[in-house]
């Protein structure tokens, strides 16, 4: 996600690639004024814009078949024929040789006209696979030749592509400009180190000042505006410089307040905290000084009033602040001594704070605004009167842009260690979101009361080295869904069953069969014959008679006896193999915080909220010395 980076520091090098030694180079950091707002540098590699040769490589074309089947065609019969010609040829010369020597030279002539008529067959033959063959093998030379000539060309055209797209490519530039976006009117930056602050400041704040003023609030106490005011002042941008507390004299952060106006700014800076205790606290030194605004006119100073507090306390001031006149009203005339006696520990505390700052804007006079406005911190041990600078500036800025009658500058804010008051920066930021002025603010670190404001417009991240920091950032840029494998099951399994089964009977049975049969029968009977003759009293008879008894009787008796053994032995073998595999869906960070902790020096991570809710996340690079390099372009690349 990150873009290449360049191996230089903020500061600008003795010159560009190729120059002279100790050679000036102005000119070439001019370029960052261009027009067009930048937040940074992206890189696209040109040869990857570089797009094949679309024509395929030209292929042989092979000799058609029919040209090779007439070749074969025709050697086949030449060899067929040989050998045909051959047998039968031989055959009849020996039967004309034999005939020859029964009848004689006629035969012999016979012989050798039929070797002839053989031989011209063969050579017919032999001459019909020769040009079969000549004319495959130019085929062949003609279809090579094209495909020879097809070749050259299309390597000429190939060669041409290439020469074209290289310098095409060539004109193409390799980094172009992040663009802050035609909406963009608060960013918040987290992280980075002092130089990649200060890298990011020059580059965007010379991109600004090409189209509006500029107010850069320092308070990191480095002085990393240092570097965009330089090059400010080589392109002969009007430069206000204001360093404190330093040169504090020189300030004017309370040029051109109200007296009520310089109360009241005071105030909240001596009360930064606004806890509810110290309410009543701060009702009183504002009545405080308000009557010492009173008694001072119109001429209303720090110093004055911080002289005009001594002079209540009663201590002795050689100072040239006050006339003896206003130093004796005040000190007689202005509070009761009973009152002050009560208010002493009020006076005590708002002498104490203002006495360092009793300079404050003295030798401003003559010095008007420029058109980019540098308000500093610098390196000074933390103290009060630090702090209550830093509450001034940015009190003095929202008061600036509040009644502004142009158009409103652009406002950079680069916080310190320390940090300020959230109220502060909240007020700030309502004030530009109702002037319209862009509102960018530089954070070290995302913790504290850094992340309660992350999200009040575009976001940027830099190399966030501490992890939780990093941890907040992934959260803030979500999370995003795949699927993953979640499980492998590899499955091998033997399985082995083994059965023995044995049986063993016997029987017995046993059976008697008893029969008996008994019959008995008798037989009586007589006739009468009469005979119709011619007798009629003739007549015949005659009688049988008999009897018969039988008795049978049987029994039969049968045993058997049955054994039976067996024995069955069964074994079974199975092998069986199983693979699962198992995918779930997860949710993961877009970018995960070991991405954020292992940025590079100079990379930026601008992330910007879509309508539907998703989050883009672009990669760039905030190093000023990439203008240095060769194919830049001041425009988004296209």
């Known amino acids: 996600m990150t873009s290449p980076q360049t191996d230089t520091g903020t500061k600008p090098p003795a010159g560009p690639p190729g120059a002279e030694p100790g050679a000036s180079l102005p000119e070439h950091f ?15 590699d040109p040869e990857s814009l570089r797009t094949p040769f679309p024509e395929p490589e030209p292929q042989r074309h092979p000799v058609p078949v ?17 050998g045909s010609v051959t047998k039968a040829g031989g055959g009849i010369v020996l039967l004309f040789l034999l005939l020859t020597a029964a009848a004689g030279a006629a035969m012999a002539v016979l012989a050798v006209a039929a070797v002839a008529v053989c031989l011209v067959l063969v050579v017919h033959s032999g001459r019909t696979a020769a040009t079969s063959t000549a004319q495959l093998e130019a085929k062949h030379a003609e279809l090579e030749q094209h495909f020879q000539y097809a070749w050259h060309d299309w390597q000429q055209r190939g060669t041409q592509h290439a020469a074209a797209q290289d310098a095409w490519v060539r004109g193409h530039d390799a980094w172009g400009a992040l663009p802050a976006g035609p909406n963009a009117r608060r960013l918040d930056l987290f992280g980075g ?17 090409q189209q509006q003023p500029l107010i850069v609030l320092d308070l990191t106490q480095a002085l990393i505006c240092e570097e965009l005011a330089s090059l400010a002042e080589l392109a002969d941008v009007p430069v206000d410089v204001q360093l404190l507390p330093s040169r504090m004299a020189e300030s004017g952060i309370v040029s051109g307040l109200t007296p009520l106006e310089l109360v009241d700014s005071l105030v909240e800076a001596v009360y930064a905290d606004g806890s509810e205790p110290n309410r009543a606290g701060r009702a009183l030194d504002t009545r405080i000084l308000q009557q010492l605004c009173g008694a001072l006119g119109d001429d209303v100073t720090p110093a004055r009033l911080g002289a005009g507090l001594r002079a209540l306390m009663g201590e002795i001031d050689d100072t040239e602040a006050l006339t003896r006149a206003e130093r004796n009203r005040i000190a007689d005339e202005l509070v009761g001594d009973k009152n002050k006696d009560q ?12 006495h360092p700052l009793e300079r404050l804007g003295a030798e401003r006079a003559g010095r008007g605004p420029g058109y980019l406005t540098c308000i500093a911190l610098d390196f000074v041990t933390g103290s009060a009167s630090t702090e209550m600078l ?9 008061r600036r842009l509040a009644s502004f009658p142009e158009t409103a500058p652009s406002v950079v804010v680069a916080l310190g260690e320390q940090g300020i008051q959230r109220r502060y920066l909240e007020q700030l930021a309502g004030v530009c979101e109702r ?9 070290p670190h995302l913790r504290e009361s850094s992340k309660d404001v992350i999200g009040g417009g575009t976001v940027g991240f830099m190399k966030l080295g501490n992890h939780q920091e990093a941890g907040i950032a992934a959260d803030f840029l979500g999370r995003q869904y795949s699927f993953v494998l979640h499980s492998l099951t590899d499955t091998d399994g033997t399985t082995v069953s ?32 009469y005979d119709s003759g011619p007798n009629p009293f003739s007549s015949g008879g005659s009688s049988s008679s008999g009897g018969s008894w039988s008795e049978t009787t049987g029994t039969s008796t049968s045993t058997t006896h ?45 992330v910007d909220r879509r309508p539907d809710g998703s989050v883009a996340v672009r990669a760039a690079d905030c190093n000023p010395n990439i203008i240095l390099l060769d194919r830049v372009s001041t425009r988004p690349l296209p």
């Open 435 to 443: 002037r319209g002025a862009q509102l960018t603010v530089l954070h």
């Open 193 to 209: 180190s002092q130089r990649s602050r200060e890298g990011f400041l020059t580059v965007f704040g010379a991109s600004t000042l």
């Open 390 to 398: 830093a509450d001034l500036a940015v009190q003095s800025v929202t």
């Open 343 to 354: 208010m002493r520990d009020s006076l005590l505390r708002l002498a104490s704070l203002l």
């Open 30 to 44: 001019l370029r960052l004024f261009a027009a067009g707002q930048r937040l940074g540098w992206t890189y696209r």
């Open 66 to 82: 029919a040209y090779q089947n007439r070749a074969h065609a025709a050697r086949l019969a030449h060899e067929a024929r040989k």
């Open 498 to 529: 083994t059965s023995l089964a044995k049986t063993v009977g016997s029987s017995v049975s046993k059976g008697i069969t008893h029969s008996e049969s008994v019959s008995r029968g008798s037989n009586w009977g007589s006739s009468s014959n």
């Open 562 to 606: 049955t054994t039976n053994d067996s024995t069955s032995h069964t074994t079974s073998e199975g092998t069986s193999t199983s693979h699962a595999r198992g995918e779930q869906r997860v949710y993961e960070y877009a970018v995960e915080p070991t991405q954020l902790q292992a940025l590079a020096d100079f990379s930026l991570l601008l």
